[in-house]
């Protein structure tokens, strides 16, 4: 089966930092590119950030609300990419999801969802 | 950064009515626009890629179209599992958008 399982969220002081991680199975994420979601408490869906897969040389892209705060790696050996969040704001506050990339056509789209995982910056 | 104009923002409807919902961009995107089904606590569920290809395992009654910038998604027959919030999500480039999304209500 196909799935991804985000960890690592929890409740976090403003201005420290916090990572999360997202664990493939069922395919070989070095194939792929991923990118990280989040939605804030009753809010709507935002794109966080995203990492190309090896093929497409692993660069990485970000949101302009996290840039220069948040860094997405991955490490295909334990099929496990990451989020680094430093200087985390109260407005960080939400559920984080990581996706899979998928392509038909030359249109992008993300499949694989997993089940989020929440962080709650407060002090 | 392109802006997708979802709507309506909520929607009451019966069981065994036709819904569509509409998004917008504000630039041309192709057809790389997908719809999201979002039930509460739970991860989106991808429902139609590319504007018109249905997902894998998704319900027939889901279907998509485009036009130019303007994107649909039409429930034909509702079901009481289809009451969720429904996104379009523009995957064409960077930042990757979503509408503000549609909540469907059981009327």
């Known amino acids: 089966e196909v799935q991804l399982v985000e960890s690592g969220g929890g409740l976090v002081q403003p201005g420290r930092s916090l990572r999360l991680a997202c664990t493939a199975s069922g395919f070989t994420l070095g194939a792929y590119s991923l990118s990280w979601f989040r939605q804030a408490p009753g809010k709507g869906l935002e794109w966080v950030g995203l990492?190309?897969?090896?093929?497409?040389?692993?660069?990485?892209e970000y949101a302009a609300s996290v840039k220069g705060r948040f860094t997405v790696s991955r490490d295909d050996s334990i099929s496990v990419a990451s989020l680094q969040m430093n200087s985390l704001k109260l407005e960080d506050t939400a559920v984080y999801y990581c996706?899979?990339?998928?392509?038909?056509?030359?249109?992008?789209?993300?499949?694989?969802w997993g089940q989020g995982a929440l962080v709650t910056v407060s002090s | 950064d392109i802006q997708m104009t979802q709507s309506p923002s909520s929607l009451s409807a019966s069981v065994g009515d036709r819904v569509t919902i509409t998004c917008r961009a504000s630039?041309?995107?192709?057809?790389?626009l997908n719809w999201y089904q979002q039930r509460p606590g739970k991860a989106p569920k991808l429902l139609i890629y590319?504007?018109?290809s249905l997902q894998s395992e998704v319900p027939s009654r889901f279907s998509g179209s485009a036009s130019g910038t303007d994107f649909t998604l039409v429930i034909s027959s509702l079901q009481p599992e289809d009451f969720a919030t429904y996104y379009c999500l523009q995957g064409y480039s960077t930042p990757y958008t979503f509408g503000q999304g549609t909540k469907l209500e059981i009327k």
């Open positions: 590319a504007a018109s």
């Open positions: 996706a899979r990339h998928r392509l038909s056509a030359g249109m992008r789209f993300f499949d694989c």
């Open positions: 630039q041309s995107i192709s057809r790389s």
């Open positions: 990492i190309r897969g090896k093929a497409y040389g692993g660069t990485t």
